[in-house]
């Protein structure tokens, strides 16, 4: 079986395709979104989603979120003793959910198609492909997050022809694309992003006001503090959707702090990210060459723009209210989904052939000569951005000096006029035979796949030798046998068992509660706490499953009633 995946940076979600139609799969808790957190205590027991986020609020220095950020990275997080890159963390979150949909669906889940930002770069991509096969996950295909969504959208607006602008705002990142659907083609015109703002960055706003208006210095607070005021920055924030008004509450050193803030207040604080979020639509409307007027449909895809500040702004924008057709949390994992049936040859559905376009400009350095003199590290374009994939270009370069030996292609991908500011995903060496520089040409072909994955050829005209790269983060590379070594290590750490997931939960909540709280409520969740440990080491599960929902319930009281 093959399912669809959206890894997000906050949330990650999985859905299937069968009888017809898309289906978000619910996680082990019975919930659509498993927060992508994951926590390793000491004895190496993983826990993942909800109860890794729970229990990351005790345990900060032993949980981690947000990871995704770091994928492709040399980026190390230190858990329960043991050191985990982004990947291999992200692989956690992958396993998690593929054992929540093989328990779901009743049949083993082997292949994947996961999404990603269309932003993200050649090293993400490939982090995140390994991520699935660390999880043991074929992952048969790398889709472009807005490029989902739109799937989602077109075949649920009965697959009428239209142009859209997918407005995708999750945790961490920013994607804007053009998408048009006509007849049975779904092509992308235009991508752009910002890997660097996201909700996150709206919660963290809040939580800085809070702390500025209570006279509270950031740098006095220790993790855990400054984790608790986040969190209740992030449900004020949530807040914001039912009301434009919200008291953020947080006790600080035993003492009280309260915030009343009004939307229009926190909207003004938020200018300067909501200008942040106009530059990539400004460039994704001009590289596909369209006008504001020219979108049919904005698209809101990604739980931050469940924000009304976020939606005001793109109404504003666009002057028309955006699309709410399906879910913003769901649209991309319904998508990932729709692909997957499209990719089985579902008879039920449509088929779609999806162009897409790669993200970033792809190219080399080279020598030019200004008329005066000559200058290395100039930067030769060799795809440029949005250009539609699959694709493959050819650029022809000349020995540049002198008796030269060898020619060295950088392979660089970025956009500025220098190389120095690019990014280097990798270099391949072709020998050429000595001569007058610019007699030996060399034919440099980039290809790139429709994964998006970049395969580098180059060739000596007089020696026709041969050089092929298929590109990869150098440092990141791991052999085969690292690779299974790996997944081995990984193996062996223990699953959180998924029967105990959702009295774990509550036991987890109970001990934050009990440190959070103080007299009569503490008093309250230590008797309740101690009650439901009892009973759980009877082993009765109708028992066990009873004294839960009464554990959570005196919980919920204890933890809402206070607000
Ligand atoms: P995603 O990565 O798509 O799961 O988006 C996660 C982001 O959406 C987080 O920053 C959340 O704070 C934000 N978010 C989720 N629900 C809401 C809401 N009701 N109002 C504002 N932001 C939200």
């Given at each position: 079986m093959m399912i669809g995946i959206d890894l997000g940076t906050t949330n990650s979600l999985a859905a299937c395709f069968r009888n017809g139609k898309a289906e978000i799969i619910p996680n082990r808790l019975g919930e659509r979104l498993t927060p992508?957190?994951?926590?390793?205590?000491?004895?190496?027991?993983?826990?993942?989603?909800?109860?890794?986020?729970?229990?990351?609020?005790?345990?900060?220095?032993?949980?981690?979120?947000?990871?995704?950020?770091?994928?492709?990275?040399?980026?190390?997080?230190?858990?329960?003793?043991?050191?985990?890159?982004?990947?291999?963390?992200?692989?956690?979150?992958?396993?998690?959910?593929?054992?929540?949909?093989?328990?779901?669906?009743?049949?083993?889940?082997?292949?994947?198609?996961?999404?990603?930002?269309?932003?993200?770069?050649?090293?993400?991509?490939?982090?995140?492909?390994?991520?699935?096969?660390?999880?043991?996950?074929?992952?048969?295909?790398?889709?472009?997050?807005?490029?989902?969504?739109?799937?989602?959208?077109?075949?649920?607006?009965?697959?009428?022809?239209?142009?859209?602008?997918?407005?995708?705002?999750?945790?961490?990142?920013?994607?804007?694309?053009?998408?048009?659907?006509?007849?049975?083609?779904?092509?992308?015109?235009?991508?752009?992003?910002?890997?660097?703002?996201?909700?996150?960055?709206?919660?963290?706003?809040?939580?800085?006001?809070?702390?500025?208006?209570?006279?509270?210095?950031?740098?006095?607070?220790?993790?855990?503090?400054?984790?608790?005021?986040?969190?209740?920055?992030?449900?004020?924030?949530?807040?914001?959707?039912?009301?434009?008004?919200?008291a953020m509450c947080c006790t600080i050193g035993g003492e009280e702090h309260e915030m009343i803030l009004t939307l229009a207040e926190y909207e003004k604080a938020c200018a300067p990210l909501l200008q942040k979020l106009r530059k990539p639509i400004e460039r994704s409307l001009r590289d596909a060459g369209v006008s504001l007027d020219e979108i049919d449909q904005v698209v809101m895809v990604g739980g931050a723009t469940r924000l009304p500040v976020v939606s005001r702004f793109v109404a504003k924008m666009f002057r028309r209210i955006p699309g709410s057709l399906v879910d913003p949390d769901e649209a991309v994992a319904l998508g990932a989904a729709l692909q997957c049936g499209m990719k089985a040859r579902d008879k039920e559905i449509r088929e779609v052939v999806l162009t897409d376009v790669c993200p970033y400009t792809l190219g080399t350095s080279v020598v030019k000569n200004n008329g005066v003199f000559e200058e290395s590290g100039h930067y030769l374009p060799i795809i440029e951005r949005n250009t539609v994939i699959p694709v493959s270009r050819t650029q022809t370069v000349y020995t540049a000096s002198d008796n030269q030996t060898r020619v060295t292609v950088d392979v660089l991908q970025g956009e500025s006029r220098m190389a120095h500011n690019n990014l280097l995903l990798g270099e391949i060496t072709v020998p050429v035979p000595p001569g007058p520089r610019g007699k030996e040409a060399v034919d440099i072909t980039y290809t790139y796949d429709v994964n998006a994955l970049l395969e580098v050829e180059v060739y000596v005209h007089s020696t026709k030798v041969k050089r092929k790269i298929i590109i990869q983060n150098e440092q990141n590379r791991m052999s085969e046998e690292e690779a299974e070594a790996r997944m081995e290590a990984l193996q062996y750490l223990k699953q959180n068992p998924r029967h105990d997931e959702a009295n774990q939960l509550q036991l987890l909540r109970g001990e934050r509660l009990y440190e959070q709280t103080v007299g009569a409520d503490r008093m309250a969740v230590g008797q309740a706490l101690m009650e439901f440990e009892a009973v759980l080491s009877k082993q009765d599960r109708t028992e066990i499953e009873r004294a839960r929902k009464k554990l959570e319930r005196t919980l919920n009281d204890i933890e809402y009633g206070r607000k």
């Open positions: 992508s957190v994951v926590s390793v205590d000491d004895d190496g027991t993983v826990y993942v989603g909800k109860t890794a986020r729970e229990r990351g609020i005790l345990h900060p220095l032993e949980t981690a979120r947000v990871f995704k950020r770091s994928m492709g990275t040399d980026k190390e997080y230190l858990l329960g003793g043991r050191r985990f890159s982004a990947e291999e963390l992200s692989s956690l979150v992958l396993r998690s959910l593929k054992e929540d949909a093989e328990v779901y669906l009743g049949e083993s889940v082997t292949e994947a198609i996961i999404s990603v930002p269309a932003y993200f770069n050649d090293l993400q991509r490939k982090a995140t492909k390994r991520a699935g096969e660390l999880a043991g996950l074929n992952v048969s295909r790398i889709i472009n997050e807005p490029t989902a969504a739109a799937i989602a959208y077109g075949m649920g607006s009965d697959g009428k022809d239209a142009r859209y602008l997918v407005f995708d705002l999750g945790g961490g990142t920013f994607d804007v694309s053009i998408l048009e659907l006509y007849g049975p083609i779904m092509e992308v015109h235009a991508i752009a992003g910002d890997n660097f703002i996201g909700g996150e960055d709206f919660t963290d706003l809040l939580a800085t006001m809070f702390l500025e208006r209570c006279a509270i210095a950031p740098e006095t607070l220790d993790v855990r503090t400054l984790n608790e005021v986040r969190k209740v920055a992030e449900a004020c924030k949530c807040g914001f959707a039912e009301s434009n008004l919200v």
